[in-house]
């Protein structure tokens, strides 16, 4: 079935995207008239997404192997890797309003190319949310005895109401519960550290298993664990595209916004990183390794330093649901809109959001029940090569491709029709840098580059996606440069226009970047090209 102009009574697939979309955006550009926040209310809802608890898991399980002086470096290469891949990502979302989909499209994807890593994406979000699910349910084990089966259930199920109505929900319920996060995460470890200073020096001097001492291969290999939180970017993003216009008099605001809600969320990861490791190091001899990178074990003993002893585990549990409720509702919105972005291009079926939120949490719930956080470190190094892969190649075409050599256009590209549907700068970029990195994670290419198959990832991805760019000479990018409305794309000041046009397909009004000129006449949004299965209204290719 086409996508053929409204007409009363009959629905489309455009319909159906159309209505569900006016919260969601899950395929198109967010409008200025639904961006009604200020930049700090959207920066600290992005921010609230950092409460998950798999860092103090991720941080001791590190620290634990290779120990405290190998687990600081590592911590802190990764910090820096993902700060400074993550920047020219995140505000080009809040620039534009675009989701990372949207931006990868435009920065050396191409229309169907950018699939793939949507995919990636999805699976980003399945793993975390399974991730933070364990830990809840570990939770409600040590804190009820529920077993741990009916916990993954229960983590699961919680979420599903809080995700459905969107971004909206979203950031009342960040809002909201950021301050009590805050108070009982760091009131119990500065009470702990003033009241046992020898517990850092314990922190700072345990070895590891390893017991190697400060060593590049260790560094790299709990880096390689770390930089897979890489892709916690797209989910920065997801947030930051409903930033409001840029203009001289909230230009302040507006950057610390995308700075902090941006990049800067690893700054406060790898704070966490770092609290796991010493509160694993503090309770190791008491539970054992296998324990002490459970953050409910982690926070019994800090909160029990503050707290009376009846108030201790209630205390403990609370912080860990509501630290994977306030992640988790942002991994199963991130996964679902990643999830239809690319069913919707590879089908021209739009079969609703909610439908892939359920199909993202199933897929987490079978991971939880297999016990994938038994083996956390090993399926985070390995999925890292592909997160980097991904993040430094949109990164290089930004900076580089974009802004150096000038082969990549500027402004990002998203809408069917203008792009070609594959783009080989950054898909073989990406394909090679994942494939030789895992070659090298799986010791095929030595034994000494089994240690760097992230640095492998990362410099493959900074060499191909330029040298690709200038061997194709950027005949790649752009089907079109001529979208058929004569209105430039941006106002005065740089920002996405807000003037409407009307959809002839849809009947909806849309703003000035989400529309172009149907092939049949008329205009029509990036939203219904969408779902047009037969292509008649796309635009020729200009020559």
Not at 180 to 202: M, N, Q, T
């Amino acid at each position: 079935m086409s996508t053929e102009s409204a007409t009363p009574g009959v629905a489309t697939p455009a319909d159906a995207a159309t209505r569900e979309s006016l919260e969601d955006y899950t395929l198109r550009f967010a409008p200025r008239s639904y961006r009604r926040w200020t930049p700090f209310v959207v920066g600290g809802s992005a921010l609230g997404g950092m409460a998950y608890m798999a860092d103090f898991s991720i941080g001791a399980g590190i620290g634990l192997q290779h120990g405290t002086g190998n687990a600081l470096w590592a911590i802190g290469v990764a910090a820096v890797v993902i700060f400074v891949s993550g920047f020219p990502l995140a505000y080009y979302g809040a620039r534009y309003n675009l989701d990372l989909d949207l931006v990868t499209r435009g920065s050396g994807f191409g229309y169907f190319g950018s699939v793939i890593t949507a995919v990636i994406f999805a699976s980003f979000t399945f793993i975390f949310f399974a991730l933070e699910g364990s830990i809840m349910a570990q939770g409600l084990r040590y804190a009820l005895s529920i077993p741990l089966w009916i916990g993954y259930l229960i983590s699961t199920l919680i979420i599903l109401p809080l995700v459905v109505y969107g971004m909206k929900a979203l950031t009342k319920l960040q809002t909201w519960t950021n301050p009590l996060w805050v108070l009982l995460i760091v009131a119990p470890l500065v009470f702990l550290v003033v009241a046992d200073p020898s517990s850092v020096g314990r922190f700072l001097d345990h070895p590891g298993t390893d017991g190697a001492g400060v060593n590049p291969a260790s560094i790299m290999l709990g880096a390689g664990v770390s930089l897979a939180l890489m892709a916690q970017i797209g989910e920065q993003i997801d947030y930051l595209r409903f930033m409001p216009p840029k203009t001289a008099e909230n230009r302040r605001q507006w950057w610390t916004a995308v700075v902090l809600g941006g990049p800067g969320w690893v700054v406060f990861g790898a704070i966490k990183q770092i609290i796991g490791v010493f509160l694993a190091v503090l309770i190791l001899a008491d539970v054992g390794a296998a324990a002490a990178v459970e953050p409910i074990e982690q926070f019994d003993r800090a909160l029990g330093a503050i707290f009376p002893a009846w108030l201790v585990v209630p205390l403990a549990l609370l912080l860990v649901v509501l630290s994977q409720v306030k992640i988790n509702v942002t991994n199963a919105y991130s996964g679902s809109l990643a999830w239809t972005n690319a069913f919707t291009r590879v089908t021209g079926t739009y079969p609703g959001r909610i439908t892939f939120l359920f199909v993202n949490l199933g897929i987490a719930l079978v991971l939880m029940e297999a016990d994938m956080f038994s083996f956390l470190n090993g399926l985070l190094g390995f999925y890292s090569n592909c997160a980097i892969a991904w993040v430094v190649t949109v990164a290089t075409d930004i900076g580089i491709n974009k802004y150096v050599l000038g082969l990549s256009p500027k402004r990002p590209e998203f809408r069917r029709g203008m792009l070609h549907a594959w783009n080989p700068v950054g898909v073989g970029s990406f394909l090679a840098a994942s494939l030789l990195s895992i070659a090298a994670y799986f010791g095929l290419l030595g034994e000494f580059l089994s240690s760097y198959s992230t640095i492998v990832a990362i410099v493959v991805a900074l060499v191909l996606t330029p040298l690709i760019a200038v061997a194709t000479r950027g005949r790649y990018y752009l089907r079109r440069t001529d979208d058929g409305i004569d209105e430039p794309y941006v106002d005065a000041d740089g920002n996405p226009s807000a003037t409407l046009y009307h959809d002839q397909v849809s009947g909806q009004d849309f703003e000035r970047p989400d529309m172009l000129a149907s092939a049949k006449g008329g205009y029509i949004s990036s939203l219904s090209l969408s779902t047009d299965k037969s292509g008649e209204h796309v635009l020729p290719p200009q020559h």
